[in-house]
């Protein structure tokens, strides 16, 4: 009998929609169990997977399918694809209708175990990723300080040593005053607290004079 004719002899057209699901589920739920005590299922996924074809296929289709089930084990039953044994009847139930019922409605009952199989290469890759160990870090620099410089310096062969014949500075800016002294140039120059464009953050003064 379909969900549509029990539903009607118990007058659920006047339940509310709450109450109407509730004995949806009850006479769902009473048609897949007689269907999984035919096939001999025990285990908890497949009892849901034949609650589901229930659901999605209605009660009168999913007994059609166990009685075609049925007929099918009396005729000598399915093999395995590798032909090594005859399917299980459960087996050959879900064969049936993975095979014969609309795609549109056997993607929604079989959906969960696409999914496993399609993230099944993620898992693996993440196991393998767990159990290999982590590539050893280096430890950090230390800084260089001013100080380390003699030390870097006696560590220079005095043949390898270069030779600093002229020092060249450039100063960018707007100086003073220019003061001539014989063989130098003095100049005022001040130096503001705010930073540069290159980012150097000078110490906490607001002005400094420097004489270059």
Not at 40 to 65: M, N, S, W
Not at 140 to 167: C, H, K, M, Q
Request: glycine residues 6%.
């Amino acid at each position: 009998m379909s969900e549509r004719k029990i539903t009607a002899e118990m007058g659920v057209e006047c339940m509310d929609e709450d109450e109407r699901q509730r004995v949806l589920h009850e006479q769902r739920g009473e048609v897949a169990t007689r269907i999984a005590e035919q096939l001999g299922e025990t285990e908890e996924e497949p009892r849901k997977t034949i609650y589901k074809i229930v659901k999605k296929l209605g009660a009168d289709e999913a007994l059609r399918f166990m009685q075609k089930t049925l007929e099918v084990e009396a005729a000598g039953g399915i093999m395995v694809p590798d032909q090594s044994r005859r399917r299980t009847i459960g087996g050959v139930f879900f064969y049936l209708i993975k095979t014969e019922a609309p795609p549109e409605i056997t993607k929604h009952i079989f959906r969960k175990k696409i999914l496993i199989k399609k993230t099944k290469p993620q898992k693996e890759q993440a196991a393998k990723a767990a159990t290999t160990p982590a590539p050893e870090v280096a430890p950090p620099t230390p800084p260089f300080t001013w100080a380390d410089r003699i030390a870097v310096l006696a560590e220079i062969p005095s043949e390898e040593r270069g030779e600093v014949r002229s020092v060249k500075i450039t100063l960018i800016g707007r100086p003073g005053r220019i003061v001539e002294r014989r063989t130098r140039s003095s100049l005022p120059c001040l130096r503001s607290t705010s930073p540069s464009n290159n980012g150097i953050k000078w110490p906490k003064q607001s002005m400094t004079r420097r004489m270059c």
